[in-house]
């Protein structure tokens, strides 16, 4: 079990700001927080992203007018579950047989409490009027060990009951898409030339194994914690909120890990996701730093950028998201 990090032993979070850009000062690269709010992260079109990855700010493409997410993401695969562009039913024609990874609960006990930022009066009731259910375990070096192979039509099918109430049980998450998926990953590669077309040298090189496929359904959540990699997080179907912390905030989140962690990553050459138990959705305002919340529908894409960390939540009804991975952007050393 990983411990706690104290604000004067956060190697492990330095040598990931490091690695990705961020240099010593995260703060420069974090917004003022007297202004961090709900409103913070803008709609921008796929012109002004250039700008955001230079910042290192997160921003949102809506499916509004002709630079907006649809520069991105075609109508056509964009699925809606209660008509004929169920993305989940083409999934299941395309690659049903194949088998894919799925994530587990996290078991209950002491490994799985809310850490010292959350309430015990409001820890037990959920950020929105669905369930949620957490997927994996940060105090665990293997966030997600928990875990199985199953027939994605099995899974599908899963799925669909814990969206009519079932309980969450499964989530397929971090699915490499052309090895293991490689029919839906086709159908999927307007996208990835569309990013190409528009973003041209902005980004770092993709990332090997990206994109990845996410199923949820039910509210499933995942830890709070944040990547060293440039993502672009596009939902096809249902809906995800995220709860956005910026780098500046590191030491006033719990990372996992510390100077002992940091030496092996550094030795060993891995930069790794950094974890926290902290938790993002419930500990009262007065102890837990300054936040954003994004609201990402079907088609809509999310520029996050390396170092902000992010607590996340599907929505009740079938979600299906892709994420795209980028190394760190040159902008950010120029």
């Not at 009731?125 to 199985?148: I, Q, V, W």
């Not at 550094?266 to 102890?287: C, E, K, M, Q, V």
Request: aromatic fraction near 6%; glycine fraction near 8%.
């Amino acid at each position: 079990m990983l411990r706690p990090s104290q604000p004067h032993l956060c190697a492990l979070v330095r040598l990931v700001h490091n690695h990705c850009g961020l240099g010593a000062n995260a703060a420069k690269y974090s917004p003022d927080p007297r202004w961090l709010t709900a409103d913070c992260v803008g709609d921008i079109t796929i012109d002004e992203l250039p700008q955001a990855i230079r910042g290192n700010r997160p921003c949102v493409l809506r499916r509004k007018g002709s630079n907006g997410a649809v520069a991105l993401v075609p109508e056509d695969v964009v699925g809606r579950a209660d008509e004929s562009s169920d993305l989940l039913q083409r999934l299941r024609d395309l690659s049903g047989s194949r088998e894919v990874r799925v994530r587990l609960p996290r078991e209950s006990g002491p490994s799985s409490s809310s850490s010292s930022g959350s309430s015990s009066s409001s820890s037990s009731s959920s950020s929105s009027s669905s369930p949620s259910f957490m997927f994996g375990d940060p105090l665990n070096r293997s966030p997600y060990k928990r875990a199985e192979s199953r027939r994605l039509r099995d899974v599908i099918d899963a799925l669909r009951r814990q969206a009519q109430g079932e309980e969450v049980s499964i989530y397929a998450a971090n699915v490499p898409l052309d090895p293991v998926l490689p029919e839906f990953g086709e159908l999927l590669r307007p996208i990835q030339k569309n990013i190409a077309q528009h973003t041209g040298r902005k980004l770092g090189e993709q990332i090997p194994g990206t994109p990845v496929l996410y199923l949820g359904a039910g509210g499933q959540q995942t830890p709070l914690h944040f990547d060293p990699t440039e993502n672009l997080t596009i939902v096809l179907q249902g809906s995800k909120r995220f709860r956005l912390f910026p780098p500046s905030a590191s030491d006033q989140l719990e990372p996992q890990g510390g100077l002992l962690a940091a030496a092996i990553c550094w030795t060993a050459g891995i930069i790794p996701a950094i974890y926290s138990n902290f938790d993002a959705w419930h500990a009262p305002l007065d102890r837990r730093p300054a936040a954003a919340d994004v609201e990402l529908g079907a088609g809509e894409v999310l520029y996050l950028p390396p170092g902000w960390w992010h607590a996340v939540q599907g929505s009740a009804e079938p979600n299906v998201t892709v994420v795209f991975g980028y190394a760190g952007s040159s902008l950010k050393k120029s």
